[in-house]
C-alpha cells in the first residue's frame, strides 16, 4: 500500500515537527535503520519513513498526537522475534522502538518486578531468579524477545499448560492510548476490580491499542528442583495417545514436548547425529518436571511406570548438562526444518486433548495430499501444536500447493474446536484466517473496540483485520541475530 | 430514577412481547419475585418491573434485542452476593436471572471444568475435588454465589496471593452481546491468541458487557497436604511488619489473613468466646501453608522459627477440626462486625506492601477522628484489606461521619499507590471514587468501550460510572440466606 502524494506531504510535515518537538537525535531515517525496523522474524519488509526512538515518556505521548493529527501510521517495536509480521510496518510511516528502554527492578519482598518494555525476557528472568524468585513465561526467543513485544502478543512457551502465558503474570500496565493519552491500567497491585479491565484488553493485541511503556510482573517462587525425560513411541499416534494417559493423573508435568518423526528428521539432519540414539526415526516426548524435591521423586516413579507400559525407549536426563543437552535439541527445531522447503508456513494452532490424534493424522494427509513436508511439534499438556507447512518458495507450485494446504489445515482445525493462533497471534500472517475464527458479531466488537480507542487507526494498523496474502509476499533475505546453527558436540 | 411516561408505555409493550416470545411462564412479576430480584447483600432494593427466567439460549439474545428496541434496562443477576449494589437493578426494567442454568460438567483429562452461569462456588469446588481437581477462587459467599457472578465481579478470596483471582481460572466465555448476538471469546482452550481478549474484558466488567451463559474454569491439581497456623500480636503494626517478614523467604503461604483487635472485639463479643485463648485482644495472622507433605513440613519450620521470634502466642491446628474451628470464625468475621453499628460501608481496598503500615495506622486514626469503629482485616500476602467504617444510620450526624470517613479513607487508598477496590468491584457502592483511581483519559476510554458494545446503554446501566451516594439510601431490612449466625460451640 503506497501512500498517496497528499499523504506523503502530511507526513513529511509531520516528522520535520516530530524533529522539532522530540529532538533530532532521537529520529533514523538511514537505509540500515529503515531495512532493521522493516519486519521481523517473518520476515515480509516495509520500509518506514523513519525510526523513532524516544528518550523521555512525555515524547511518547507527543510523538502519537502528532501521528493522529497528521495521519502517520505508527508501529510499536521490540525485539522483532515475531513470526507473524506483528511488527512489520505494512503501511510505512514510523516505527516507534522501544528496546533501549530496559531496566529492570526486582521487588523480592511483593514477589514483583517492574520493567520497562525494551528488557529481554532472559534478562528479567535472570534477574528475578537471582532473589529466589521465578518468571515462567518462555517464548522459545526467549534471548532476544522483550517484555514489550511478549505482552503484546501474549506469548506463551512449552511450561504453558503449568504455568500459563504472558497474560497470567501482568499486574499492571502503563502507556500511552493510541490518541496519545496517558494510562495506568490495574496499577501494578495483586488484586484489582476498579472499572474494566484495560490491562488484560492491551495484552495480546499486537500493539494495535496502546503502547505500553512500564509493565509490573508477577513473580512465583523458584522451583527447588527438574527433572528431563525422553520417551520414544513408534509413530505419533502412540506417542499421543500416551501423553493422553500420563495427564490423566492428575499430575502436572512443567514441560511435555511432542515431536513427530518429520521433525526428528530435520534435528537429526541438522544436527548431524541422532535425537535418541537408541530409538531413530521415531516421535518423541520431552517430559520435565519440577517443583519440591520430594514430589518430584514420587511423580518420577509414575512418569517411569507409564514409561515402561507405553513408551519403546526412554532415557533420563541425570545432570543437568544432560538436560540441557535435551532441551538445546527441542530450540532449534523450527530452525532444523528449513532443509525441507526455503519457506515455511509456521502455525501455532491449538486443539482440546480429544483432538489431538485427529490433528496429527490431519497432518500426515496433507503431506500425502500436498506433497509437502508439515513437520509438527508441540507443547502437548495445552494443545499447542506447532505445524509446518514448508515449500520452496522459486516453486510455484509448491507455493499454491501450501498456499491449498493452509486452508486446509486451519478449517480442519476450527472445526475440531481448535484455536488458529495460541501463542504467536495473527499480525499479518493469520488474517485471511481470523474469519474461520470468529463469527461476525464477535468480529464487529473488535473493531468497534479498535474504532474506540484509536479513532484514527493510526496505531499499528493493517494487523489482526486485513485479509493479507502473506504467501504471496517475497521474504527478504536476511540473517537475524537468533539465526544460527547449535554447535554440534 | 422514576421512568418517564413514554419510557413506562415503551417497557410495557416490551414485556409483553417478550412474553409472547418466549413464554410466560419464563416471567414473573409477582411482587415477592420483585423484591428478591431488587437487591443484593448491599441491601439497596430498587423494584423491577419483571424477573426473567430463560428456558433456552436464544431467548437470552431474543431479550436483549427486545430490551434494545425498546430501551429497556436489562441487570443480570447471579446469587445477589455482590456487596456494592452491582446485581441491583437501579434504573429498574427487566432482571435476568440465570440461577437455574447450574450444569457442572468435569473433563477429569484436560483439567478443565465447563460449567453454566448458575452454578455455586462451593458445588463446582466438590466436582472438581471428587476427580483429584481443584478450583482455587474462594469469596466468602462461597456456597451461595454463582460463577456468573463471581466471574462478572472477578472475585477474589483468601488465597488470592498463591491462587490468583477468578480471572486467573477462565479459559473460555460464552454468551450474549448486549446488543443480542451470540459471541464465543476464547473458545475455552488452554491458550488462545487470537483477535481481541475480549475474554478479559468481560470479567470483571460486572454485567455491563455481555451476559455469559457458559465458561469453562481451568482446573488445578489438588493440593495433598494444608497447615494451620495462628500467631498473635500485640498491636496491628507488629503483626503487619511480622508478616512481611515471613513473605520475603519467598515462601507462599495459600492464606495469610490478618485481623486487626477491632475486629477480633466483634469476633469474640459475637461468638462468646476468645478467638485464642492465651492472647485475648490481640491482633492475629492466620496462616495456611499447603502443597506436597515434604514441602510443608520444610516451608512449618521457617514459619514456627518466625513465629518464636515475632510473635506473641501462636498455635498450629493439629487437627482438620482444629484448622475448620480457626477459619470458621474468620468467616463470620462480617457479620460480627454489626454489634458496632447497625450500618457499615464495607470497602476493599488494596495497597503495595510497602504501605500496609501506614495504612493501618489511617483506619486508627480515621477512629479517633470520627468517632466511628473501623475494624479491618484481609488479605496481606496480595494487600487486599478489609476496611469497614460502622455507624448507626438513624443517627444523622454519624451518617455524615461515615461519609467523610470514607472519603478519607479512598483518598488515603490512592495517596498510598493503591486501588479503591481488590475483588468486590464498583457496583452502585464505589462510584463516588472511581474518579480518584482513574484519569480522564482511562475512564473515557471504559465509557467508549461501553458505548461501542451496548450503544443504548441497556445492559446493567448506572453501574461503575455514574455516581451514586450509597449512603443516602436506607439499606432493605431483610434476612438473605447468608444472614446467619455460627453455631456457638
Same mark, same amino acid.
Given at each position: 500500500? =503506497? ?89 510505512? +510511516? ?11 527492578? @526486582? ?10 518494555? /525494551?528488557?529481554?525476557?532472559?534478562? !528479567? ?31 506463551? +512457551? ?10 497470567? $503474570? !501482568? ?8 490518541? /496519545?493519552?496517558?494510562? &495506568? ?12 479491565? #484495560? ?10 491499542? +496502546? ?42 508435568? %512443567? ?40 514430589? !518430584? ?6 512418569? #517411569? ?37 526455503? %519457506?515455511?508456513?509456521? *502455525? ?24 509437502? %513436508? ?8 495445552? +494443545?499447542?501444536?506447532?505445524?509446518? @507447512? ?12 501450501? *498456499? =491449498? %494446504? ?10 475440531? /474446536? ?21 463469527? &461476525? ?15 484514527? $487507526? ?15 509476499? *517475497? ?11 547449535? =554447535?554440534?558436540?
Amino acid at each position: 500500500m =503506497k501512500a498517496k502524494k497528499k499523504d506523503r506531504t502530511q507526513r513529511e510535515k509531520a516528522l520535520s515537527l516530530l524533529k522539532r518537538k522530540i529532538g533530532a537525535e532521537a529520529i533514523r531515517t538511514d537505509s540500515k535503520s529503515l531495512f532493521e525496523a522493516s519486519l521481523d522474524n517473518a520476515r515480509l519488509s516495509f520500509l518506514p519513513d523513519a525510526v523513532i526512538f524516544p528518550r523521555k515518556e512525555e515524547d511518547v505521548g507527543a510523538l502519537l498526537k502528532l501521528a493522529n493529527r497528521h495521519r502517520v501510521p505508527v508501529t510499536p517495536r521490540g525485539g522483532g522475534t515475531a513470526t507473524t509480521g506483528a511488527a512489520s510496518p505494512v503501511q510505512g +510511516g514510523w516505527v516507534l522502538d522501544l528496546t533501549y528502554w530496559r531496566s529492570v527492578k @526486582i521487588d523480592a519482598e511483593s514477589g514483583m518486578a517492574t520493567v520497562q518494555p /525494551g528488557a529481554r525476557i532472559a534478562t !528479567i528472568q535472570r534477574a528475578a531468579e537471582r532473589k529466589g524468585w521465578f518468571y515462567p513465561p518462555d517464548p522459545s526467543s526467549i534471548k532476544y524477545a522483550t517484555i514489550g513485544g511478549t505482552i503484546a502478543t501474549n506469548a506463551g +512457551g512449552m511450561s504453558g499448560a503449568k504455568y500459563g502465558v504472558t497474560r497470567d $503474570y !501482568i499486574f499492571g500496565l502503563e502507556g500511552f492510548l493510541p490518541t /496519545g493519552e496517558k494510562v &495506568r491500567w490495574a496499577a501494578g497491585l495483586k488484586k484489582f476490580a476498579s472499572g474494566y479491565n #484495560m490491562r488484560d484488553l492491551w495484552i495480546g493485541s499486537e500493539g494495535t491499542l +496502546g503502547v505500553i511503556t512500564k509493565a509490573v510482573l508477577k513473580l512465583i517462587p523458584k522451583p527447588q528442583a527438574r527433572w528431563t525425560f525422553l520417551a520414544a513411541f513408534p509413530k505419533e499416534v502412540q506417542a499421543l495417545r500416551a501423553a493422553r494417559k500420563l495427564l490423566k493423573v492428575p499430575l502436572m508435568p %512443567a514441560i511435555l514436548e511432542f515431536l513427530d518423526r518429520q521433525t526428528v528428521q530435520c534435528l537429526e539432519n541438522y544436527t548431524a547425529k541422532p535425537v535418541f540414539k537408541a530409538a531413530p526415526n521415531s516421535s518423541l516426548l520431552l517430559i520435565e518436571l519440577d517443583g519440591h524435591e520430594a514430589q !518430584i521423586a514420587e511423580e518420577k516413579e509414575v512418569v #517411569m511406570q507409564w514409561a515402561y507400559e507405553h513408551a519403546s525407549h526412554f532415557r533420563e536426563a541425570t545432570s543437568l548438562e544432560e538436560a540441557e543437552e535435551l532441551w538445546a535439541v527441542r530450540r532449534v527445531c523450527s530452525q532444523a526444518m528449513f532443509q525441507m522447503g526455503d %519457506a515455511k508456513l509456521n *502455525e501455532d494452532i491449538v486443539v482440546p486433548m480429544q483432538s489431538y490424534i485427529p490433528l496429527i493424522n490431519h497432518t500426515l494427509k496433507l503431506k500425502r495430499d500436498f506433497g509437502l %513436508a508439515t513437520p509438527t511439534f508441540g507443547h502437548i499438556a495445552d +494443545g499447542n501444536f506447532h505445524v509446518h @507447512i514448508m515449500f520452496n518458495r522459486g516453486d510455484k507450485k509448491q507455493a499454491r500447493q501450501a *498456499e =491449498k %494446504a493452509i486452508h486446509a489445515l486451519m478449517q480442519k482445525v476450527v472445526s475440531l /474446536g481448535g484455536a488458529i493462533s495460541g501463542e504467536h497471534g495473527i499480525g499479518l500472517a493469520k488474517t485471511p484466517f481470523l474469519r474461520l475464527q470468529h463469527n &461476525r458479531a464477535e468480529i464487529n466488537t473488535m473493531l468497534a473496540i479498535k474504532k474506540a480507542l484509536d479513532p484514527n $487507526y493510526i496505531l499499528n494498523p493493517g494487523k489482526i483485520f486485513d485479509p493479507y496474502q502473506v504467501w504471496k509476499k *517475497e521474504p527478504a533475505k536476511v540473517r537475524l541475530p537468533w539465526d544460527h546453527r547449535p =554447535k554440534s558436540s
